[in-house]
């Protein structure tokens, strides 16, 4: 019997910034290969076992809707992708890392550099003219975290197992 495939998570973000990612990734990323929507990714490769999805599904009951600020246009060599910063985020990617340390891949126990990709494997040239239109007019701005999404890789596409929202965010009294 063959392994399950590994687990994938990423962030799920308001529809508005989805929106304007996903538009973007349609437009620019090669559709051959473009298997997926506009996301950001915070663990590459997990392992498919109940203890995954038992810890996500604490701390979406934990978690608040979190802000993320979008601060510029990057180059990734043949793509183009949106930073983004957010301590919040960060916080929370580090905790998870710590909580399944034994079980991350090289690519996972690198530093996390959160950002979410509208083109890649493409030409260098075509990547740097993505990008040169991008940043001429690009202002930061902001957007929202709103819950994480868990997901089986399989092999190219992509299948998602749950979503886990992220709680409502209280104004302070």
């Known amino acids: 019997m063959p392994a399950p495939p590994p687990l994938i998570l990423t962030l799920q973000l308001d529809e508005p910034a989805f929106a304007f990612f996903n538009a973007l990734r349609k437009k620019h990323f090669p ?8 996301h950001l990714t915070l663990f590459h490769h997990l392992p498919n076992n109940s203890a995954i999805p038992e810890l996500l599904e604490k701390v979406a009951r934990e978690q608040n809707i979190m802000p993320l600020e979008i ?4 180059k990734l060599g043949r793509g183009v992708a949106y930073k983004i910063e957010s301590e919040v985020l960060k916080q929370l990617q580090e905790y998870l ?13 690198q ?21 040169e239109q991008l940043s001429a007019n690009f202002q930061p701005f902001t957007a929202a975290g709103t ?15 749950r979503d886990y929202d992220f709680r409502p965010s209280t104004p302070p009294n």
Do not use: C, M
């Not at 530093?111 to 260098?124: E, L, S």
């Open 111 to 131: 530093g996390f550099r959160p950002h979410i990709t509208v083109q890649n494997k493409v030409a260098v040239e075509t990547a740097r003219t993505l990008y």
């Open 97 to 109: 890392k710590k909580q399944w340390q034994p079980w991350l891949t090289p690519q996972d126990q």
């Open 31 to 38: 559709a051959n290969i473009n298997y997926l929507d506009a």
């Open 147 to 161: 819950g994480l999404s868990l997901w089986e890789y399989h092999g190219g596409p992509w299948q998602k197992v």
């Open 71 to 74: 601060t510029a246009v990057i």
